[in-house]
């Protein structure tokens, strides 16, 4: 090697070295709390949106031996069925696109043998109830869903349908503006600023049942149809009304048994208007969910997102120690990142945070869920025969209610599994009441979601004014996995214009999606 060439061999050396301290320096650590559908999109967007540059390792945290948090299954009689969030929405653009990336399959709504019957039961008897075919014969569950149809019209009036129909198209069209391309919409620093933005505040500083007297809906409607489905049970049979043609699907009277947990918030129409209309959005046609289990979502992204995960760590406190914050779990590890996200509702946990955050006090919603193998007892609800009751029982606001919904998800040769879902526990008493035989019976308490209350208040998108970040502030306008997931999305934006030091996001450090669709696609 003659002088000109180590020369040369030295500069390279140097700018390797220069290189690898530059990578060094800017490559930020980020720790997420949780691996539920939030966590797993903010690692997703971050690695979508960034290089390695910019974001060096993510590691998730969880403090189960699972990961994927709300999004569960259960296991009965050998069959596996949801147990926390369940059905998605046609619309709901980031988690389908997920199923797409991840080569999930998505799953129509069960078809049931014959056709689903719906009762509205109020603790002492049923106030509602579908007309039940009981024909395979595609024309007469026709008739029955005409003949249906027209009790319902009867019933609530066809303009009060109408405009619940209105009012839920409405909401999500402006929801659709948060999939705009990043030109077109701005890096949001706070709830109200990103609900403001989408024409969604004014929704959440209102009750549901304000908002609909509003439009104008007649108030029984509001009392038994929209309380129904906020408590989770309805299918698009009797929603039919406003939808009075078929469209693709031939025949909407043989929907299945899990399309009837809808977006659930076991919670009263002084929920707010936003959190409503998401709820109610779940009575739509096409609904789907993940073949094999939502969970999966969140399975996947953190797979293909470089993430390091640490099942079974709980995290209880992060520190801030000047450049870096200091996350220390129960196992006794303690780690260092640049940035932390907070991907759970803290409203029922103990982190100390160094220094204290203060966020607005909000309570969780429980709601219990429970899977029975047997049989209902016809008595209880004063019917003479099982195929008297309906396969749905959906209820309204009453104080001597047990249960907010039973609905069966599957029938066997002999008997049945039922999902019961309940504001308070179901105790065995109650339930050797409510059912004359019980073979296999699984609880489930879910800290679901909050309970919701207008006008709402938000914790901040960022909790100490540094790195510290909370993307379930936005679960107070409404909780569901794609909220969780365009929550997320912004979140991972926010981190990356404010690493980068700009209010506004344009840094060159950030891969620019806008206007190149076809890589985005190709991400995908
Ligand atoms: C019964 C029920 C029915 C529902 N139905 C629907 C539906 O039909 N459609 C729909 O879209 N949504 C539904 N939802 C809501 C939906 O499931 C949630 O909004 C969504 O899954 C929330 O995801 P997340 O990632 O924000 O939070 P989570 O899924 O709660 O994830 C948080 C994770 O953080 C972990 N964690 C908490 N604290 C710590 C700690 N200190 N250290 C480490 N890890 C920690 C938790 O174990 C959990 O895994 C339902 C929810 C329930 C409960
Ligand atoms: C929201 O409410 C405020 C005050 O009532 C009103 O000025 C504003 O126009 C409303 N915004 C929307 C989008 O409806
Ligand atoms: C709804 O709110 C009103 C007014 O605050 C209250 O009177 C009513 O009891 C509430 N209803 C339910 C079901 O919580
Ligand atoms: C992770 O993803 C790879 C493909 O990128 C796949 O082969 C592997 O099975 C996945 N692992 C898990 C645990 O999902
Ligand atoms: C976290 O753990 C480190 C190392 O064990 C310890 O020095 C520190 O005091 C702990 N912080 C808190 C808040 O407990
Ligand atoms: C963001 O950038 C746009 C144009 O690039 C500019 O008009 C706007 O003022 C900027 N906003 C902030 C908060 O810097
Ligand atoms: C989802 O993917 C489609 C096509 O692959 C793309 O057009 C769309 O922008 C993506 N949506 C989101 C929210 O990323």
Not at 168 to 187: N, T, W
Not at 267 to 278: E, P, T
Not at 313 to 332: A, H, M
Not at 365 to 383: D, E, I, K, M, S
Request: negative net charge; hydrophobic residues 40%; proline residues 4%.
């Amino acid at each position: 090697m003659n002088k000109h060439h180590r020369q040369i061999a030295s500069l390279l050396f140097c700018t390797i070295l220069l290189l690898l301290h530059s990578l060094h320096a800017h490559a930020h650590t980020v720790c997420i709390i949780g691996s539920g559908i939030g966590g797993a999109s903010v690692a997703h967007f971050l690695r979508r949106y960034s290089d390695p540059q910019t974001i060096g390792q993510i590691t998730i945290f969880e403090r189960n031996g699972v990961v994927g948090g709300r999004m569960a299954t259960v296991t009965i009689a050998g069959e596996t069925f949801e147990a926390g969030g369940s059905i998605l929405h046609p619309k709901n653009y980031h988690v389908l696109n997920y199923t797409k990336y991840l080569n999930l399959q998505v799953k129509a709504p069960k078809h049931a043998d014959d056709s689903l019957s719906l009762g509205i039961w109020d603790g002492h008897k049923f106030v509602y109830k579908t007309l039940n075919s009981n024909s395979n014969l595609p024309i007469v569950q026709r008739f029955v869903s005409i003949a249906n149809s027209i009790v319902m019209l009867l019933r609530y009036g066809v303009f009060s349908l109408f405009r619940m129909s209105s009012f839920v198209e409405a909401m999500l069209s402006k929801f659709l503006r948060y999939y705009e391309d990043f030109g077109a919409r701005p890096v949001f620093e706070s709830v109200e600023e990103m609900l403001k933005w989408a024409g969604l505040y004014n929704l959440t500083t209102r009750t549901l049942g304000e908002e609909l007297v509003g439009v104008g809906l007649s108030p029984l409607l509001i009392q038994e149809l929209v309380t129904l489905l906020l408590h989770g049970a309805i299918d698009r049979n009797t929603l039919q009304v406003y939808e009075p043609f078929p469209r693709e699907s031939p025949d909407p009277v043989e929907w299945g048994c899990e399309v009837i947990t809808r977006i659930n918030y076991g919670q009263s129409v002084n929920i707010s208007g936003l959190a409503g209309a998401v709820s109610l959005a779940g009575s739509g046609g096409g609904l789907w969910s993940v073949g094999g289990g939502n969970w999966q979502m969140a399975a996947g992204l953190i797979n293909r997102s470089n993430v390091e995960l640490h099942l079974h760590e709980e995290i209880e406190s992060v520190s801030y120690l000047g450049d870096v914050y200091e996350l220390n779990s129960t196992k006794g590890g303690s780690y260092n990142c640049q940035v932390t996200v907070v991907a759970t509702p803290l409203d029922e946990l103990n982190i100390l945070f160094n220094p204290e955050i203060s966020i607005p006090p909000r309570k969780l919603q429980h709601t219990h869920a429970t899977f029975v193998r047997g049989l209902l007892n016809p008595a209880y609800f004063g019917l003479e025969a099982l195929s008297d009751i309906p396969e749905l029982v959906g209820t309204i606001e009453s104080a001597d209610l047990s249960f907010s919904s039973i609905s069966v998800l599957k029938q066997h040769d002999k008997d049945m599994t039922y999902k019961i879902f309940s504001r308070e526990p179901m105790s065995d008493a109650l339930l050797d009441d409510i059912f004359s035989v019980r073979v296999e019976t699984i609880k489930i308490n879910w800290g679901a979601y909050p309970h919701y209350q207008a006008p709402e208040k938000y914790a901040p998108f960022i909790l100490d004014g540094n790195h510290v970040y909370y993307v379930n502030a936005f679960e107070n306008a409404a909780s569901s996995m794609e909220t969780s997931a365009v929550a997320a999305e912004n979140i991972a934006r926010l981190i990356l214009s404010r690493l980068s030091g700009q209010d506004n996001y344009s840094s060159p450090n950030l891969k620019s999606f806008t206007g190149d669709s076809s890589k985005m696609h190709s991400e995908l």
